[in-house]
Structures are given as structure tokens and as C-alpha cells.
């Protein structure tokens, strides 16, 4: 194999900057990702655990076809379902432009309601570690069922979900590859998108080596940035 | 000042309160014995709303948390259930601390959060009570540093600082071994000289005989002897006489 573009320090040099535009759409793809899917993974595993079976039967049902079933292939089906229909005001409001936002929105949303699902299993295992005693303690006190979810049992909660929320958020990092499916418009293009047009115009797979290292790094970012996390929730037990 | 009547609760087809009934007046120190099963835990969950009885009525202050109406308990609306979770402390035998607060952010909490106190105010407190039971050195620790005893005396300075009219104690010391049962103990007695109002299920006859104004002795689910310690104690009642002094017919 032959390396004619990193043996070229200009050609390298452009090539690094075609695909660093890249770069933010899919960090932005993975931060919106979590920004929306923890809260409702959540809220999720909230009513996973509540007492009424009409929010139960249908969350478990929920959580089963999402886990069953491959992330591309929601992808695909929910961007070609929403596209064939009639653009109305409340998909203009939840999708945006039809053209120039829906894709990537689209894409934001899926990956959401996806990792939603593995989140929701994660918190509920947390909820129900946390002790009877603690909920009890907390109402005899006088809290409210909001403040005591919040200030007394969350923070316990993240503490002991915390490796497992780093394995999601290292498999979400992977995973924003899978918007590669989906063609959006120029500003949204993930570092594959640009990748794939770089391999082809230049014939040559450097631009995957490329590739192959900005997710090495992302990775390691995320990884240190989860331990700097569960450590600051090592002063107690 | 608190009044129980003929109150009921069943899990399932097991009956666990047969009809309780219990007076505590102001001031009082009211200990709760009886044998493993008979329901003594179950009696103080109701009074502190962590069980939904099944019929009876439960009073505190002049306030109704519930009353029977065609059998069935009618619990009142939450505002007023709410008044009466407020006069009303409670001790676990597990003490429940937060772990992930320190001793002064546990004692602050409730009053930040539910009596929206000032915080200087509440530091203020909470140092005061701490005092009482002894740890003021010990604010800065977390639960997980602390003895069982250091922890029970904190759940009871934690407990303090909503400055209930009532304060339920459910078997404080069970955890403990008799060194840091007699440390705890102690800060109880403290609280019946201050005359604290206190509902104490215990197994330390000892304690109840020394600091109970009335001791309650319960079996099956029912009330069977409720007297002064000296009278208790002297009970002639037999099932009372087995459970307090092993005795066999
Ligand atoms: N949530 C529950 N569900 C089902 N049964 C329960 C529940 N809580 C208590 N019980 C049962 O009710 C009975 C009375 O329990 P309770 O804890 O009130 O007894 P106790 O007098 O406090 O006993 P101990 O001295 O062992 O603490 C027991 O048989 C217990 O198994
Ligand atoms: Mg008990």
C-alpha cells in the first residue's frame, strides 16, 4: 500500500482540513444525542418501575423493540417513513425544514429514542439499588416525591450507573458513523460523510486511517472525561 | 395530643394490626414491646404515612389523617396529611442516613428544602443538635465514616431539626452492639428530660422500665397491656409475664 497523500505534506495538510469540518457535526450528533436520551431514559426507567401497568407493559414494550432490533434499520425506516409524508406545520415544528434540517434532526431523534431504551434499563437496575430506607427517610422529613427523586436518590443513582453509562456513551461515539446512512446537508456532514467523498475523489483509503484516529482520540477524551466524572463521586460509599 | 383508634392493616390475608388503639399525651415517653411479628413496626409505618391502614382513625394535635367511614380508612387531603408528616420525626433502626451528604448536609437538608429556612440559620441549628447528641466534632464526616452509634445519634439530631411534636423511635439500638446502644440510649434519655414526646418500640426492657412513663406491651396485632412500668413489669397478665420474663405456664 502506498501512502501518497501523508508522503505529501500540502496534500495532507488539505485533506486534514476537508475533514475536520466534520469534526463538530458529529461531536454535535453525540452531545445532542445525550443531552435528550439521558433525561428520557430517565423518565423511562422511572415509569419502567412506577406502580400503574399502563405505564409499565407499554415502556417494556418499548425498551423490547428498540434493543431487538439494529439502530440503522431505525434509522432508515423512521428518515424514509417521516420523508413520504405530507410536510405539515407540526413536523415543520419538530423537524424543522424538510430539506435542510429534517435529515439531521432525524438522525438526532432516532439515535435519542435508541439509546433512550438502553439507558432506561441502566437507571431502572439503579433505581431499585437504591435503598427502601432512603425513599422513606427522605418523605418522614417532609419531602416531596420530586425532591426526594432528585436530591436524595438520583445523585446515589448516577454513582452506581456511572461505569455503565461510560460504556454507552463509548458505543454512541462508534455509533454516530451510522448517520453515514442518511445523506444531510453540507454543514451536518460527519467526518464519514467527508470521508467517503475524500476516499473516492483521491482513490486512496488515507482518509480513513484519518478517520480511524479522530475516533481513537474522541474515545480517549470521553473515556477520561467519565473517570474525571466517577471520580468526583468517590467521597462517599 | 396523638390518638389512634382501633386501627386495622392486613398484607394480604395476613393481619398485622387487629385493632390497635393508643393515647400519647404531651410530654410523655410511651415504649412499645412485644414479641418478633406483632406488628409494632407495622403500628409506627401507619403513624408516619409509610403504610395506608385499613380502617381506624389516626389523630395528631387536633389534625385527622384518616377516620373510618363505612369500614374503610378515608385518609384527609394531602395539604393536611403533609401538616401532620411535619410534626412527626421518625428513627429508623437502620438510620437511613444520605451517603453522599456529610453529617451537616443531612442535618440541613429538610430544613432547606421543606422549611425553606435560611442556610446560616439551618447551619446554625443542625450545630446546635449536634451538640446534643454529641458529634459536633463530626460534621464534616460522611455516613460511611461513621459508628453505628455516631450514626443513630445523628439520624436522631437529623430528625430533631424539624423539630417534630412526636418523635418515633423504631427499635434505635437493634443494630448495635451494647456499647453504642448505651450511647444512644443515653442522648434518648436526655431527649425524655427535655420532655420530648416519644413513641420507642424496643427490646431494652431495661430503658423502658427506667425512662417510659407508659410501657405498651403488644401481641398478634393487638394492644394487651398498656401501664406505668412498675405496674407493667408486676403485670399478672400470663401471655405478658411469658414475653417479658421467658416464664412457661
Ligand atoms: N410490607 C409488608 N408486606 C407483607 N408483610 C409484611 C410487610 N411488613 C410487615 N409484614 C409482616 O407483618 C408482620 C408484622 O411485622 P412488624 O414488622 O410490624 O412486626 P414487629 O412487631 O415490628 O416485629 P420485629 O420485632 O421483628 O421488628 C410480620 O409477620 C411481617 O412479616
Ligand atoms: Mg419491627
Known amino acids: ?237 | 395530643m396523638l390518638i389512634a383508634k382501633d386501627v386495622h392493616k392486613s398484607f394480604g390475608a395476613l393481619t398485622v394490626l387487629d385493632g390497635v388503639s393508643l393515647e400519647v399525651h404531651k410530654k410523655e415517653v410511651v415504649a412499645l414491646i412485644g414479641p418478633s411479628g406483632s406488628g409494632k413496626s407495622t403500628f409506627l409505618r401507619c403513624l408516619n404515612q409509610l403504610e395506608k391502614v385499613d380502617s381506624g382513625t389516626i389523630e395528631l394535635d387536633g389534625l385527622t389523617m384518616c377516620r373510618t367511614v363505612n369500614k374503610k380508612a378515608e385518609y384527609a387531603k394531602s395539604s393536611e396529611l403533609r401538616q401532620i408528616t411535619l410534626k412527626m420525626g421518625m428513627v429508623f433502626q437502620s438510620f437511613n442516613l444520605f451517603p453522599h451528604k456529610n453529617v451537616l448536609e443531612n442535618l440541613i437538608e429538610a430544613p432547606l428544602v421543606v422549611l425553606k429556612m435560611p442556610r446560616d440559620k439551618a447551619i446554625l441549628q443542625a450545630r446546635h443538635m449536634l451538640s446534643k447528641v454529641g458529634l459536633l466534632d463530626h460534621e464534616k464526616h460522611y455516613p460511611y465514616q461513621l459508628s453505628g452509634g455516631q450514626a443513630q445519634r445523628v439520624a436522631i439530631a437529623r430528625a430533631l431539626c424539624m423539630h417534630p411534636e412526636i418523635l418515633c423511635f423504631d427499635e434505635p439500638t437493634s443494630a448495635l452492639d451494647p456499647l453504642l446502644t448505651k450511647e444512644v440510649l443515653a442522648v434518648m434519655r436526655d431527649l425524655a428530660k427535655e420532655e420530648m414526646t416519644m413513641i420507642v418500640v424496643t427490646h431494652e426492657m431495661e430503658f423502658a422500665r427506667e425512662v417510659a412513663d407508659r410501657v405498651v406491651f403488644m401481641e398478634g396485632g393487638r394492644v394487651i397491656e398498656d401501664a406505668p412500668p412498675e405496674e407493667l413489669f408486676a403485670s399478672q397478665n400470663p401471655r405478658t409475664r411469658r414475653f417479658i420474663y421467658g416464664e412457661t405456664e
Open chain 1, 1 to 237: 500500500m502506498q501512502f501518497r497523500i501523508f508522503t505529501d505534506p500540502e496534500a495532507l495538510f488539505n485533506l486534514i482540513k476537508t475533514l475536520a469540518t466534520g469534526i463538530m457535526p458529529t461531536i454535535r450528533i453525540f452531545v445532542f444525542t445525550i443531552l435528550l436520551s439521558i433525561p428520557l431514559g430517565i423518565m423511562l426507567a422511572a415509569g419502567r418501575v412506577s406502580k400503574y401497568r399502563v405505564l409499565r407493559t407499554p415502556i417494556s414494550v418499548y425498551i423490547y423493540i428498540i434493543r431487538s432490533t439494529p439502530l440503522m434499520l431505525q434509522l432508515l425506516f423512521s428518515y424514509f417513513l417521516i420523508s413520504s409524508l405530507e410536510w405539515s406545520p407540526v413536523l415543520q415544528l419538530i423537524f424543522g425544514d424538510k430539506r435542510s434540517q429534517f435529515p439531521i434532526r432525524c438522525i438526532v431523534y432516532m439515535f435519542s429514542l435508541n439509546y433512550a431504551a438502553y439507558f432506561a434499563e441502566i437507571f431502572r437496575g439503579g433505581i431499585q439499588s437504591i435503598h427502601e430506607g432512603q425513599r422513606e427517610a427522605a418523605k418522614v422529613l417532609g419531602l416531596t416525591r420530586v425532591q426526594s427523586f432528585f436530591r436524595i436518590q438520583l445523585p446515589q443513582i448516577f454513582k452506581t450507573v456511572m461505569p455503565s453509562l461510560t460504556n454507552e456513551f463509548v458505543t454512541l461515539v462508534k455509533d454516530t458513523s451510522i448517520a453515514k446512512v442518511i445523506s444531510v446537508s453540507l454543514d451536518n456532514r460527519t467526518i464519514l460523510h467527508v470521508a467517503e467523498k475524500q476516499v473516492s475523489a483521491l482513490a486512496s483509503i488515507e482518509p480513513y486511517i484519518l478517520v480511524l484516529i479522530f475516533f481513537l482520540v474522541f474515545n480517549g477524551v470521553v473515556e477520561q472525561g467519565c473517570k474525571l466524572i466517577e471520580r468526583s463521586m468517590n467521597y462517599y460509599r
